[in-house]
């Protein structure tokens, strides 16, 4: 595991409008579904691996209520799974944990934050990269319940869940000690909300290859998606205020 500093080329690629000069040193990147990892920051995953940085995977769900709908859940979920982790190899990621919780039914409950408390004490992450638990009315797609549900259940789950031995006790009892998240990156929010910045240029045909490796998903819309996730990211360069290409857009919170 390799640790930045400031003055490592890492640095040069990630921009925070608060100037924090934060990197990481090890991601957990927490979701609801397959694909909403590559949709959201693959991008960024590709450039952290290419640092250095080890980068973990974490799914609320196998995707099982997903599309072709002539599959039944149990082979759906199992193709999705197969997608998922060719997708992650694609951008330097061999680390998934599957928390096996039903798609399209995911709960911000004390249940699903144990889970993800657990998860975070396993794999120790200085920085957590997860879904907005804000609605955002100009994405609707990107406010998929269990994403919303997801997300308010990592944060939950870094602050206080996961540092305080206090929660969950049983998770002490399972040889799971504390562990405290330095920082959280929040993907898909309301327009404006973004603060943090990630450089994905030489690796925006990655992210796109990796969204193409859900065939199950994206294989129906090949012929668009590939454009539209480009001019996503340059629209988030744009209003980054840098002059670089692609953009990754989060809004970072100090969890220290």
Request: proline share 7%.
């Amino acid at each position: 595991m390799v640790v930045p500093t400031p003055s490592s080329p890492l640095a040069a690629l990630i921009r925070s409008e608060d100037g924090d000069d934060f990197l990481p040193s090890k991601v957990l990147v927490i979701v609801a579904h397959p694909d909403d990892i590559d949709f959201g920051t693959a991008g960024t995953v590709a450039t952290l691996t290419d640092h250095g940085v080890e980068v973990v995977y974490g799914l609320v769900t196998s995707g099982q209520a997903g599309e072709p709908a002539d599959l039944s859940p149990v082979d759906l979920a199992e193709l999705r799974e197969a997608e998922q982790g060719a997708a992650a190899t694609i951008v330097g990621v061999s680390e998934l944990h599957w928390l096996g919780f039903p798609d399209g039914a995911v709960v911000a409950d004390l249940e699903l934050r144990k889970a993800i408390s657990r998860l975070i004490r396993i794999v120790k992450p200085d920085l957590v990269i997860t879904q907005t638990p804000e609605r955002n009315f100009e994405r609707i797609y990107a406010a998929h319940p269990d994403h919303l549900a997801t997300g308010e259940a990592v944060v939950s789950a870094v602050y206080p869940d996961s540092r305080n031995a206090k929660s969950f006790p049983e998770l002490l009892d399972e040889g799971h000690e504390p562990h405290a998240v330095s920082r959280v990156w929040l993907m898909a929010g309301p327009a404006g909300s973004t603060n943090i910045h990630v450089d994905i240029s030489t690796n925006l045909n990655r992210k796109i290859e990796a969204l193409m490796a859900h065939d199950s998903q994206n294989g129906p819309r090949a012929d668009v998606l590939p454009n539209m996730i480009r001019e996503w990211a340059a629209a988030n360069a744009e209003a980054s205020g840098t002059q670089w290409a692609a953009v990754e857009s989060f809004r970072l919170i100090n969890t220290e």
